[in-house]
């Protein structure tokens, strides 16, 4: 296992200095968003028009490595599968693998979401990278059991674990570590049964067990720290802190 983290922290920062500021909190690795809307590190609509162009982009990052995408290909339908093809086939001239995914809402049906996955799956399987799906608030992943279930469903699927929504989420107090022989991806911060995100060692996670859990089932990836700044906090004094502590862990 290593410590990396995802761009997405810095999301205040403008995007030329996001990875200097990685590189001087001594990260060695990142994970970088392909979204549709919101923050991106590139469109998949732009890596699909213009591939070259993304190649470039995203071997332009310093000294750092990349350890993940997390892909958004936008809503369901029109060129989805196209987009997340040519994320993928990114991922391969990059030499990267998880390919970190959001899962359907509550309330999406069953099938339906078994159908997208499997397909995600497929067309992943030809570049030779994996589908890991967010466990996520709000989402059919929010229930461990849930997410195991479309895991058992899907050859092939893994698990992007962010154990924060298993903390604060409707599902608190559940044994999330039937999820763990499932996981591709990791993303990590602090959490309260309240709050989402709070200073480091101010909340309920165990990195220590999570990441002896992780060890007996062979995970070697990545542990991305996954923060967004807190009002009134130090937000790179707290990514420095949760890198050393994890150092200190593995």
């Known amino acids: 296992m290593f410590v990396s983290a995802a761009a997405e922290c810095f999301t205040g920062v403008i995007k030329e200095d996001i990875l200097p500021q990685m590189v001087d909190l001594e990260f060695t690795s990142v994970e970088l968003p392909l ?26 990052i310093s000294r750092l490595s990349i350890c993940a995408f997390s892909v ?12 997340f093809a040519a994320c993928c086939k990114l991922a391969k001239s ?18 339906e979401e078994i159908e997208r996955l499997r397909e995600l799956v497929r067309i992943a399987a030809l570049e030779g990278c994996l ?36 903390i604060t989420g409707p599902r608190q107090g559940r044994d ?11 993303h990590l ?7 989402m995100h709070v ?24 542990l991305s720290v996954h923060m967004l700044p807190i009002e009134g906090c130090d937000h790179r004094a707290e990514m420095r802190k949760m890198r050393l502590l994890l150092d200190s862990l593995l």
Not at 43 to 48: A, D, G, Q, T
Not at 72 to 83: A, T, V
Not at 155 to 162: I, P
Request: with cysteine; net charge negative.
């Open 35 to 60: 979204h549709e809307t919101g923050f991106t590190w590139g469109k998949p609509s732009e890596v699909l028009a213009n591939f070259d162009h993304a190649v470039e982009v995203c071997r332009d």
């Open 72 to 83: 958004d290909p936008g809503p369901w339908g029109g060129d989805y599968y196209k987009r």
């Open 94 to 111: 990059l030499r990267v693998v998880p390919m970190v995914v959001p899962a359907a809402e509550l309330g999406t049906p069953f099938n």
């Open 131 to 166: 589908v890991a799906l967010r466990t996520q608030i709000g989402c059919m992943t929010e229930d461990p059991d849930t997410a195991v279930v479309l895991c058992n469903n899907v050859k092939g699927l893994g698990l992007a674990l962010d154990p924060s929504h298993y």
């Open 176 to 186: 999330f570590s039937k999820v763990i022989p499932y996981v591709f991806h990791v």
């Open 189 to 195: 911060r602090d959490s309260t049964k309240s709050q």
């Open 199 to 222: 200073r480091i060692g101010q909340g309920e996670i165990d990195y220590g067990r999570l990441i002896t859990q992780l060890q007996q089932v062979g995970y070697e990836r990545a």
